[in-house]
């Protein structure tokens, strides 16, 4: 992962183009947002199911761990769609298998809110993940390669701009609709309870989604690796001008080597079967992003400030002061990612979860048990809600958007479906342990266990960060 930055040809911005005023960056920036809706359906999907874990206990009258399963659930379909969607962009295209995503969204949106048991609402909910797993890695790859070296981590930051935006979206339509209705459990319109509008609330994006798509274009470098001349040409004098677009294309194709296809071979050491270190890496990324238990925040926040004395709308309303936090840290690292760099942002993310994070453990460890079995944090309150917003700010400043555009930019083109098909299942697979262990951690050892627990793994992201990580700011994908 080296840069070798002293032979001019390799550095990659100062050979990127030769007329950068050829650009499209109007065309570029359409692309980049367009991909980005999945991102935002990601978030939406991801967070919606915030504000119906009441619903679903009383729908479907589930304990804590079927409770834990029906919202952890859809985790596992995201771990099989990250896996399937690098393989299945590399054989069918980007855009294919973006459009293919669409469906399933649209499908498990309408599936959740009509479920009317648990087994049939975990199947839709695992459709939904199948969507948001193959979002997750294809709109930051995509973005990564449309996008110039120059302005890549920028545009590939609208990714995480757009998870946010669609974590805050859903945070606000659930809040809205239980103001209207009074309570997640209670009837809203048309004889459905308001959990179900929540789902269905999610069909507009996915809508919208679809229909973008077909006026976007499949990947230049997805072309190169099926040797499309013609259509790679094309795509890539559109976006980056005639005059370098042949420049780019042998380039691309020099990159690839002598293979069109794929192999698992590719993600292996010469003659070994140990993966290469850069797929160790990206694992690492990945998984490091989850363990510090960002998603309990995002998929139980509601339950988290219920259980320290909140209403349930108070806490929904908490909820959405997170999610402008986390856009506010985003748009911080959007206009300095290409400019700073990325190795920077990681690490004084990680600093600041690892402090914010024992700040929540110190809080909850100062609270008592009321006689109803909630925790009760008097004074101590304001300061967990100041942590717990600091720590989201961190994270949204940092590994949010840092990592997906890391794991875009460090594989080379003829492994980087199937190795951000291996990094996703290794992400949603931490996401789904950390999920589902979640509700279990809060009823045995209480919220300071399981945040010292985040906490071990924020301080193992500054190792991680210092002695493994390597600054790909600037340079080309075809020489990281």
């Not at 896996?83 to 980007?94: E, P, Q, V, W």
């Not at 995509?142 to 701009?161: D, F, K, M, N, V």
């Not at 309870?193 to 994006?205: K, N, V």
């Not at 996703?424 to 789904?432: M, S, V």
Request: proline share 2%; net charge neutral; with cysteine.
């Amino acid at each position: 992962m080296e840069n070798t930055a002293t032979d001019p040809t390799l550095s990659g911005e100062s050979i990127e183009l030769e007329n950068n005023e050829s650009e499209n960056l109007l065309r570029i920036f359409f692309i980049a947002c367009v991909a980005a809706i999945g991102g935002f359906l990601f978030g939406f999907d991801s967070g919606v199911i915030n504000g119906t874990v009441d619903g679903l206990k009383g729908a479907f009258n589930s304990d804590s761990v079927v409770t834990g399963f029906n919202v952890a659930s859809m985790l596992l379909g995201c771990a099989i769609g990250a896996l399937i969607a690098g393989k299945s962009a590399d054989h069918f295209g980007r855009k294919k298998v973006l459009l293919a995503t669409a469906v399933l969204f649209i499908i498990s949106a309408w599936g959740s809110g009509i479920a009317g048991s648990s087994g049939e609402f975990i199947i839709y909910r695992l459709i939904g993940g199948l969507a948001v797993g193959a979002a997750s890695i294809l709109t930051p790859a995509y973005i990564s390669e449309i996008a110039p070296a120059r302005l890549r981590g920028t545009l590939t930051s609208i990714q995480q701009i757009a998870i946010i935006l669609g974590l805050f979206c859903s945070f606000l339509s659930n809040y809205l609709l239980v103001q209207i209705s009074g309570n997640s459990t209670e009837v809203l319109w048309s004889g459905f309870d308001t959990w179900r509008w929540m789902f269905w609330i999610e069909l507009i994006p996915a809508t919208i989604f679809l229909v973008t798509l077909f006026f976007i274009p499949e990947s230049p470098r997805y072309l190169a690796m099926k040797n499309k001349q013609q259509a790679g040409m094309k795509i890539l004098s559109q976006l980056f001008g005639a005059k370098n677009a042949k420049s780019m294309w042998e380039e691309i194709r020099q990159s690839l080597g002598n293979s069109e296809k794929t192999k698992i071979s590719n993600l292996l050491q010469t003659n070994t079967f140990k993966l290469k270190p850069v797929v160790y890496i990206a694992i690492g990324l990945a998984t490091l992003q989850q363990l510090v238990g960002i998603n309990v925040v995002f998929y139980y926040g509601a339950i988290l400030w219920q259980a320290v004395g909140f209403s349930e709308s108070d806490a929904l309303l908490i909820n959405i002061i997170s999610g402008v936090i986390s856009l506010i840290a985003c748009f911080i690292t959007l206009s300095l990612i290409d400019k700073l760099g990325r190795k920077p942002f990681l690490l004084i993310g990680s600093m600041g979860m690892t402090f914010s994070l024992i700040g929540l453990v110190v809080a909850f460890s100062n609270g008592t048990i009321d006689p109803q079995g909630q925790l009760q944090l008097g004074d101590w309150g304001f300061t967990a809600l100041v942590q717990a917003n600091l720590y989201v700010f961190f994270f949204n400043l940092s590994w949010g958007p840092v990592m997906w555009v890391m794991l875009g930019e460090i594989f080379p083109n003829n492994m980087r479906g199937l190795g951000l098909g291996v990094a996703g299942l290794a992400q949603w697979l931490a996401n789904f342990l950390v999920t589902m262990t979640f509700p279990i951690l809060l009823a045995g050892g209480g919220l300071a266990l399981a945040y010292s627990l985040y906490a071990f793994f924020a301080f193992i992201s500054v190792l991680f960060v210092i002695y493994l990580l390597t600054e790909t700011k600037g340079t080309k994908l075809e020489n990281v």
